[in-house]
């Protein structure tokens, strides 16, 4: 890590702020054997478009719509290979394309304490706005202790951490799910943390299919709880939580697409098609992200 990311968005021209995307190649590496090997999620998705592999890739599309995006990739944990695409380089990149780009970190809750002192490390020295982390691809229950050390940190910090929750895209048609295990991605689990990290927001990311009440049921009761609408189209968003949206947690819901497999061309063509009251959009689109990420 080379550069403190420091944001330098245009919150008042903004059209909108994607609280979930993807970075899925290193610039070290060939964005084109990575793409091909996601070939499965993009046929899960409906998705016509190939992934833009890197982070100037994916700034380039999102300046060009005027979108700020919140974008991460998953720390592979510490049994793994070393990838290629680390939280270090989505920093540096980040302060680079600062005008659009918002990076979060991610860290594998196996790598214990010195787990802890990398995010220290992010938040300090890298400028990162939050965590991203996917139980299902860490295989590891949200509410197991073994990751309460990193929490700490972000919890000193008042940092968010998005969580993966509901089915996942990853590993959908694969011979045994490839290797992912459902069970993980339960919010239910995130209701502990929630009231062991108090200071630490939460987001929920996706309609928690097949757990949507219970997700909703977190966010209502826990203050610092947030969901995020990515990875599914809204016109196939369940009416409760359109209903939901509209009323109890208007100020805590979050634009999110899951670029590059749902692009927010697609998204926020679809949110147009559903029920979504014209009072909450300004808050949806970009208001609580703004208020949520200190921007």
């Not at 070939?39 to 409906?46: D, L, Q, S, W």
């Not at 049921?217 to 990875?231: E, M, N, R, W, Y």
């Amino acid at each position: 890590m080379t550069t403190l990311y420091q944001p330098a968005i245009d919150l008042d021209a903004l059209h909108a702020l994607d609280m979930h995307t993807h970075v899925h190649a290193s610039v070290t590496e060939d964005a084109a054997a990575v793409n091909a090997s996601l070939a499965a999620m993009a046929k899960f998705f409906k998705s016509d478009e190939l992934p833009p592999g890197t982070l100037p890739d994916l700034a380039a599309y999102y300046r060009l719509r005027n979108v700020a995006a919140v974008t991460f990739t998953v720390d592979p944990g510490p049994a793994a290979a070393e990838p290629a695409l680390t939280s270090d380089e989505i920093v540096d990149l980040a302060a680079k394309n600062n005008d659009i780009v918002i990076p979060f970190g991610s860290v594998h809750p196996d790598r214990g304490e010195e787990g802890a002192r990398l995010a220290e490390r992010l938040i300090v020295e890298g400028g990162v706005r939050g965590f991203k982390f996917h139980p299902n691809a860490m295989s590891f229950f949200p509410n197991d202790r073994k990751a309460y050390d990193l929490y700490e940190v972000l919890n000193a910090h008042r940092i968010p951490a998005l969580f993966h929750t509901g089915q996942s895209g990853a590993g959908a048609g694969t011979r045994g799910g490839g290797g992912m295990r459902l069970k993980y991605s339960n919010p239910l689990h995130l209701d502990d943390v929630a009231v062991d990290f108090p200071d630490m927001p939460i987001v929920l990311a996706h309609p928690s299919f097949p757990w949507q009440e219970e997700a909703l049921a977190i966010a209502v009761h826990k203050p610092q709880v947030h969901i995020d609408l990515s990875g599914w189209s809204p016109k196939y968003f369940p009416p409760i939580l359109v209903q939901y949206a509209n009323t109890l947690l208007r100020d805590k819901v979050l634009f999110g697409s899951d670029f590059p497999l749902i692009t927010p061309d697609r998204w926020l063509a679809d949110l147009e098609k559903i029920g979504i009251r014209d009072e909450v959009k300004p808050g949806l689109m970009k208001g609580n992200a703004i208020r949520l990420l200190g921007l």
